[in-house]
Each structure stands twice: as C-alpha cells, then as structure tokens.
C-alpha cells in the first residue's frame, strides 16, 4: 500500500477498490510517456510504495521506469530476472519491504519485469488484485511494443536507408542540438562538406550498384576516423556533411575533416570546412562549408577548403 494504508499498520491486506481501478485507468490514458504510466497505474492500483518496470539491455536488466526518482543507477533485484527467466509471477519478503513481480510478456516470451513494492510487510494479496496486476503487464507489453515501434519509425525517418547514416531531417535535429549543447559550453563546432570526384562518371561507367556499393564503403571508410560524437550525415546524392561538435580551432578542424577525405576508398574526395561563428543559423553554417567544398573544386578537387570567417560573409537577415 502507499502511505495512506501503511504508514499506521503492522500489515495489511491489498484489496483493489473500485476508486483504485479508476485512478490507474485515468493515469494509463493521461500520462505521456508509456512505461512511466504503466508504473504508477500499477502503484496507484495496488496502493504500493514503488513500482517499476525492468527491461533487457545489452549489459543486463535496466531499470526502464519507476515511480521513484534518482533510481536509475540501482541494479536489478534478482526477483526481476526471475520472472523473466521463468515466465511466472513471484512474491518475495525482505529488508525493503514485499515485492510482487510479474512479468510483461510479448508472445511466449517476457520482454520486461514489472515489479510493485511496500516498504511494510502485507498480510495478504487478493487473487483479484494478481490477476489486475498480469492485465496491467499486458498492457505495459503493448505500451513498449508501441514505444519502440514510435521510436524504429522515428530513427527510419531520420536515417538514410542506403548508407545507414542521418538523412537531412535527421541532420537537420541533431545539427540544432550540437549548435544548443556549443552555445552552453562554449566549445567550438564545425562542419564540413564531403562530395565524391567524378561521382557521376563513376556511375556512368560502373553503373549504380557499383556506385551504391562505393557510398556505403565510403561511409564505412569515413566513420573509422571519426570520433563517438562527430555525427556523419547524407545530404544528397554523394554529397555529406560531417558536423564536429567539438572540433578544436580551425586548423584542427581541417586536420580532422583531411583524416576523413583522404580515408575515401577507391576514388578522391573534396571537402568544404565552416567554423560556426555562434551566431549564424543552421542553414547558413552548412551554405558557408558548401561554398568552401566548391572552392575545393574549383580548385582541382581531392582537397580540403576552409571557409573564410563569417565576419568576411554577409549574414542574411533574420
């Protein structure tokens, strides 16, 4: 039970009450964020100190959700992988208090634990108040299915489906992000413009699989050179942009972006460099480094350009 049955009890029973079910009805359809609404639907119905949902990650069960703050760092209870490795619900007493876990199934396999807590013992749970909670883990099976689904469609949309890198909308986000997290911590960012020599005539001549084949090692070739937080981005055709969100002085920048242009398998590659002056928009940082990438052709191309500072570039107006 919450602090209204148990804070003045040895122990108590959990009963569900109709108010109960109405209140976790209400918080499943209200609360934005799917596994936050299904742990305090199950706190609210069971009256119960804490609830939390565990999933699966690469290292181990994490904590997905919890009606607790500040509990992301806590490892999982053995109860949560118990119920996830058996598939059955289970009940255990201890030092913190009664837990019953239940797992979140998908199909015949449980793909979460979701675990309701009271600090004080509890003399007995319904079979009723059982049963709610394994209905309200189907839910929360549907609510993750739904959220992962969201978030696959919404990194389909961002990603270009050829290279596997950002597309120019997943850019277009990620850019105003390293432009926000630069103006806070006064770090210098830079981008750049990476285009493929002769594309076109390489097409023309091996045809567009073997082109295809060429942006994906490119890609692959390109991504060894950079760091974990510089991000790679396709904005059309053969045509990129790197965005270096702690790119160092201008003269680092180049160094870094020529670490990537020269790493480009099978032909030559040019390139365009914009140090972000902390003012200019978006758009107009990527037009300067695309304006620095034409003067590397021009300039016979299988080169690095920087682009001159924005005080020698007119600003357009806001």
Known sequence: MDGRGLQGARSARVVIRPDDLQGAARLLTRVSDPRAAVCLAASWMLRADVAELWEPRNDGLALAASTEEDRFERSPPDIAAQVMRTGESAQVAGPGGQVLAEPVPRGRRAVAALLVRWRRPVEEIDETSRACLSLLAAQAALAIERADLADELARQAETDPLTGVANRRGLARALERDLAASRRTNRNLAVAVLDL??????????????????????????????????????????????????????????????????????????????????????????????????????????????????????????
Request: charged share 25%; proline share 5%; aromatic share 6%.
């Open 197 to 318: 020599d002769h594309f076109k005539a390489f097409n023309d001549t091996h045809g567009h699989p073997t082109g295809d084949l060429l942006l994906r090692n490119a890609v692959r070739a390109w991504r060894e050179h950079l760091r974990a937080g510089d991000m790679l981005a396709r904005y059309g055709g053969e045509e990129f942009v790197v965005v270096l969100p702690d790119a160092g002085d201008a003269v680092a920048a180049v160094r870094a972006i020529e670490r990537v242009r020269v790493a480009t398998p099978g032909v030559s590659a040019s390139a365009g460099v914009a140090l972000w002056d902390r003012r200019e928009p978006a758009a107009h940082l990527i037009r300067r480094a695309d304006g620095a990438l034409y003067e590397a052709k021009r300039g016979g191309r299988d080169r690095t350009v920087l682009a001159a500072p924005l005080t020698a570039v007119s600003l357009p107006s806001s």
